[in-house]
């Protein structure tokens, strides 16, 4: 019984660590597309007004984000989405930004087919609902916005990844300059250096102390660590 019971107990923390990281991932496309999809309907609400129609309300450009913060984690587990991430930074941008694009207009179809179907207890007719009685130039409108978000939104993951997870948030909302041994640009092209470094010379080169490479990835690695706001020295001012 007791070990019956420890089963089922690392059971149910193992499913809960799985529900609370798949909501961790879940967070950040959501409250995006909440704030972009909210900002779209206000100024289409805003451009319409002169023809007094307005469309859904705010909670439900939070559903439709829920329903693109979805199509983003389906996406995420299929394996040729990692197919440019050796690529210059511009390739994998605009590839997962067209595949989630094309997730979330395939959820969209999906979700426009289903209430058709509620509506009308049948699937027969569907194809003749889109042709002739979807709203396909809102549609479109909206789809178009999906794509700049997405752009935005990948752009931000991509250098996030870049940097290191969490880096961009202290970047712009912790770290102050009084506080950083550099200029954020300084620390930008010194990480670059670093990356440079580690690609270009063999890691027995990188471990000899005797070596300038070595020297230098020190010196960098100092520059970065230093919060006193004074210059090190550079590597051949060692005493």
Do not use: C
């Amino acid at each position: 019984m007791d070990h019956a019971g420890r089963g089922k107990g690392g059971r149910a923390a193992a499913a809960w660590h799985w529900y609370l990281h798949e909501m961790r991932l879940l967070l950040p496309p959501t409250l995006f597309f909440a704030v972009g999809f909210n900002l779209v309907l206000f100024t289409q609400n805003l451009v319409l007004a002169q023809y007094r129609q307005q469309f859904a309300g705010y909670l439900v450009a939070v559903m439709a984000a829920l329903v693109v913060g979805k199509a983003v984690l389906v996406a995420d587990k299929m394996p040729f989405l990692r197919l440019f991430d050796r690529s210059p930074l511009v390739y994998p941008i605009v590839f997962k930004s067209l595949v989630y694009w094309a997730f979330v207009f395939v959820f969209r179809i999906a979700e426009a087919f289903l209430h058709y179907f509620f509506e009308h207890g049948h699937a027969a007719g569907f194809g003749d609902y889109l042709a002739g009685h979807f709203s396909w130039h809102r549609f479109l409108f909206v789809q178009i916005w999906i794509l700049v978000l997405f752009l935005l939104y990948v752009t931000a993951a991509e250098l996030n990844g870049l940097f290191g997870d969490g880096e961009l948030s202290r970047l712009f909302f912790r770290w102050r300059p009084s506080e950083m041994k550099q200029t954020r640009r300084q620390r930008i092209r010194t990480l670059a250096r670093i990356a440079h470094l580690t690609e270009r010379q063999p890691l027995a080169v990188l471990r000899d102390p005797a070596s300038e490479p070595h020297r230098e990835i020190v010196h960098l690695i100092e520059q970065l660590a230093s919060r006193d706001g004074r210059a090190a020295a550079p590597p051949g001012d060692h005493p």
